[in-house]
């Protein structure tokens, strides 16, 4: 091994030092070393295939100083620069942040917007089937032209892909519907407000049925969760059963489709946004036929032109809005999800949820009591001290 010390223009051979048992080392200065006794070393044990070089030894301080701070430097034989640790890319950290903020904004602002015109549309033409249909259909679309054009990159997915699918387009078809039937009975803000109450039903499903147990925390945040949608039920000043029913069978079916995405999906190498895009198109397949036979082609004809007798041709910028901003929307959260943590994703959802409820309320000036805004306060704290007791 060679090995070499130096300080000023003093230079010994630490060759010296493992070859001859009695040297010392001694450097000219104030610098004392000890002396350092060696027992005798064969040269044929010493190999090594990139010896390292102790590059300097620098002394700190005042001369006068008895101690001295020293300073070594180490590199490979064949490198003339001292090893140094990779450092921490700041601006790639900052970045990431900045991305997820943009994600989070656009999540909420789409869904919000959604929200209006789904509302709207759903008020002058109340053909809730129809509605999710082309909500689905329009993502499809979308999605189908940006692969063929190549803007987005197409999904490597095979038949296990689909048949694990399956069942989770299922969950996610039943679920967009009832949600879909909840706001086309009542207000926006009410059918938010009971959705808020999901974390209770996945709780409850992977308990009874699924045999996972909780911490006791997760268990008592759901006192809150239930009270407050119970209470903002019971004040509700325009409750109906069809909306609070469709509300809670949504929450149901979001919680199966979570559960079968996550015992089907694993190892699925899809993104986030090719994963959404396949379940719409697989909810589209299921959903169409089940859609023609509720309502109809009749009934839509119908009702389509008494809508366009009220309201005009903006019952057709309305139904494309819709229908845009509820793909756009989703493809967005299922994105956000390959770039942050559950954790963050659950807060950000309740945060998307407050912003639905306050916008609602605000646009189509829904009456509200104090009673039934405490019950909405509480079920949405209720949802935020899930999120945190469930990690």
């Not at 002058?124 to 993502?139: E, N």
């Not at 387009?169 to 009832?178: L, Q, R």
């Amino acid at each position: 091994m060679i090995c070499s010390v130096k300080q000023s223009l003093a230079i010994t051979n630490g060759c010296d030092v493992f070859l001859r048992p009695k040297a010392r080392l001694s450097v000219q200065g104030s610098l004392h070393l000890p002396s350092l006794p060696l027992k005798s070393f064969r040269r044929s044990v010493l190999s090594v295939q990139k010896p390292l070089h102790v590059s300097s030894i620098e002394t700190f301080g005042s001369l006068k100083a008895r101690t001295s701070l020293i300073k070594c430097q180490a590199y490979e034989a064949d490198q003339s620069e001292p090893i140094e640790l990779p450092k921490v890319d700041t601006r790639s950290e900052a970045a990431k942040k900045l991305k997820i903020g943009v994600y989070f904004a656009m999540w909420w602002a789409l869904n919000v917007v959604f929200n209006i015109y789904n509302k709207k549309v759903l008020n002058a033409y109340p053909f809730p089937w129809l509605t999710s249909t082309l909500s689905l259909a329009c993502g499809s679309l979308i999605m189908l032209v940006s692969w063929a054009t190549r803007i987005a990159e197409a999904p490597k997915t095979d038949m296990d892909f689909w048949k694990a699918l399956f069942p989770v387009a299922v969950a996610h078809t039943i679920g967009h519907v009832a949600a879909t039937v909840s706001m086309s009975k009542v207000a926006v803000s009410f059918t938010h407000i009971i959705k808020s109450g999901e974390p209770a039903f996945s709780v409850l499903v992977s308990r009874f049925l699924l045999g996972e147990s909780f911490p006791t925390s997760v268990y008592l945040s759901l006192i809150p969760i239930i009270g407050g949608c119970g209470l903002a039920a019971l004040t509700e000043l325009n409750f109906n059963m069809i909306g609070f029913m469709g509300a809670m069978i949504s929450n149901l079916a979001f919680v199966f489709r979570n559960i079968f995405s996550k015992k089907g999906m694993k190892g699925k190498s899809v993104s986030g946004m090719n994963y959404y895009a396949c379940l719409s198109i697989m909810s589209l397949i299921i959903l169409t036929p089940f859609a023609i036979a509720v309502e109809g082609p009749k009934m839509w004809a119908a009702g389509f032109e008494t809508a366009m007798a009220q309201i005009g041709p903006n019952l057709i910028w309305w139904m494309a809005a819709q229908s845009v901003f509820y793909h756009l929307y989703n493809q967005v959260s299922y994105m956000s999800l390959d770039e942050i943590s559950p954790l963050t994703f659950s807060i950000g959802n309740t945060m998307k949820r407050i912003s639905v409820i306050v916008s609602s309320i605000i646009i189509f000036h829904t009456p509200v009591q104090p009673v039934n805004a405490l019950g909405a306060a509480i079920a949405i704290f209720g949802t935020f001290l899930y999120s945190q007791a469930k990690q």
